[in-house]
T-cell receptor
Framework: GAGVSQSPSNKVTEKGKDVELRCDPI?????LYWYRQSLGQGLEFLIYFQGNSAPDKSGLPSDRFSAERTGGSVSTLTIQRTQQEDSAVYLC?????????????FGPGTRLLVL | GNSVTQMEGPVTLSEEAFLTINCTYTATGYPSLFWYVQYPGEGLQLLLK?????DKGSNKGFEATYRKETTSFHLEKGSVQVSDSAVYFCAHLSGGYNKLIFGAGTRLAVHP
């Protein structure tokens, strides 16, 4: 079946602009995660959604970052007033449910460049 | 705190050589352990995993054994191929088993 999809695949924006990144998880997966992959910080967790529960936002680096998940499926990560240090690859993953034995399946990522 | 440490790369090998990439972790409890691979220009793919002590994960000729006593999950392959050239990430699930904690990644380059 279809894997995790993300759009856009690449995004170039100017410093100070807002950007929205979209993630479509694997159908039927209730857990959804956002990670960021950058040269200086490696792979880091941003936010996690499980069904209709309140998300775990503990990894968001600042209040300029927010995410929502509509209808328990598609998620949007929004970065307001982008800064150059926000340049990174933003990865979305999903799993059938949360839990220690569940594998997270990753999308291809959105490469964000802030000029 | 929770962390993953893996050997620095790049690792450069000739085809058919033996590969070991070391990985150790710190975590509370007994987390599941994973190796993910990122081929050039592609996204992260699960390579193998182990969910409890002494479990061995294996896939595509790669193996890793969950060693609780040494908190390690070293990746091995007996005979690497050029197509194995990629970046390999060791990871464990933490934070109530919701978030993956990744190592820094090890770049492997295999030459003919």
């Amino acid at each position: 079946g279809a894997g995790v999809s993300q759009s856009p695949s690449n995004k170039v924006t100017e410093k100070g602009k807002d950007v929205e990144l979209r993630c479509d998880p694997i159908s039927g997966h209730t857990a959804l995660y956002w990670y960021r992959q950058s040269l200086g910080q490696g792979l880091e967790f941003l936010i996690y959604f499980q069904g209709n529960s309140a998300p775990d936002k503990s990894g968001l680096p600042s209040d300029r970052f927010s995410a929502e998940r509509t209808g328990g499926s598609v998620s949007t990560l929004t970065i307001q007033r982008t800064q150059q240090e926000d340049s990174a690859v933003y990865l979305c993953a999903s799993s059938p449910q949360a839990g220690g034995r569940e594998t997270q399946y990753f999308g291809p990522g959105t490469r964000l460049l802030v000029l | 705190g929770n962390s993953v440490t893996q050997m620095e790369g790049p690792v450069t090998l000739s085809e058919e050589a033996f590969l070991t990439i070391n990985c150790t972790y710190t975590a509370t409890g007994y987390p599941s352990l994973f190796w993910y691979v990122q081929y050039p220009g592609e996204g992260l793919q699960l390579l193998l995993k182990a969910t409890k002590a002494d479990d061995k994960g294996s896939n595509k000729g790669f193996e890793a054994t969950y060693r609780k006593e040494t908190t390690s999950f070293h990746l091995e392959k007996g005979s690497v191929q050029v197509s194995d050239s990629a970046v390999y990430f060791c990871a464990h699930l933490s934070g109530g088993y919701n978030k993956l904690i990744f190592g820094a990644g090890t770049r492997l380059a295999v030459h003919p």
